[in-house]
């Protein structure tokens, strides 16, 4: 089975307006961390935020929100007031367990772009 | 910037050749990782060490050898390189619990 699963192969939302990029996950261990990167057309891989699996609340990084619903293991990234620069690759990403040296483990990505 | 280099940026070689490519992490991380991304294929996880010793193994062919120095960089060995070999090639590093961080990534086209 997949360990992650992003089921959007391309998005689009128009500028300033919120958009959700859905992420699921799979793993029987009870200590895991979700993160988030974004990847622009120039290549570089850039982490937006991480949610460990005891965080009581959702993580935010400004325009950056993650909802994480543990029981449907979720883990969705809301970009709020989509900019331009946004448009980019987005992947989701999860670390089972919380010892140095673990694996991760990235989805196939879901391509965001954001129209004027 | 990351902290995490990668060299080279760039790399054109022809089928049948051997390439190294290099990464060193940040200050500090202990752990490397090494993968592909190519189109058709996403992003694929190579291979892991840990302060020096391989920890994780994921779709690395036989072809390709990887290690960690005591110094923690690590190379990537790519042998025999077929024309489907062409991809970037990211390192990570990491430490803790905390996320990984990105290298720029070595484009590799295989003529």
Redesign the interface.
């Known amino acids: 089975a997949q360990k992650i699963t992003q089921t959007q192969p391309g998005m689009f939302v128009q500028e300033k307006e919120a958009v959700t990029l859905d992420c699921t996950y799979d793993t029987s261990d009870p200590s895991y961390?979700l993160?988030w990167?974004k990847q622009p057309s120039s290549?570089?891989?850039?982490?937006l935020i991480?949610q460990?699996s005891y965080d009581q609340q959702n993580a935010t990084e400004g325009r950056y929100s993650l909802n994480f619903q543990k029981a449907r293991k979720s883990a969705n990234l809301v970009i709020s007031a989509s900019q331009l620069g946004d448009s980019a690759m987005y992947?989701c990403?999860m670390?089972e367990g919380?010892n140095?040296?673990?694996?991760?483990?990235?989805g196939?990505?879901t391509s965001l772009t954001v129209i004027p | 910037d990351s902290g995490v280099t990668q060299t080279p940026k760039h790399l054109i070689t022809a089928t049948g050749q051997r390439v190294t490519l290099r990464c060193s992490p940040r200050s500090g991380d202990l752990s490397v990782y090494w993968y592909q991304q190519s189109l058709d294929q996403g992003l694929q996880f190579l291979i892991q060490y840990y302060n020096g010793e391989e920890r994780a193994k994921g779709n690395i062919l036989e072809r390709f050898s990887a290690q960690q120095f005591p110094d923690l960089h690590s190379e990537l060995n790519l042998s025999s390189l077929e024309l489907g070999d062409s991809a970037l090639y990211f390192c990570a590093s990491s430490v803790g619990r905390s996320e990984q961080f990105f290298g720029p990534g070595t484009r590799l086209t295989v003529l």
Do not use: D, L, P, S
């Open positions: 961390g993160f990167y290549g570089e891989m850039i982490f991480y460990g992947f990403a670390r919380f140095t040296g673990n694996q991760f483990y990235f196939t990505g």
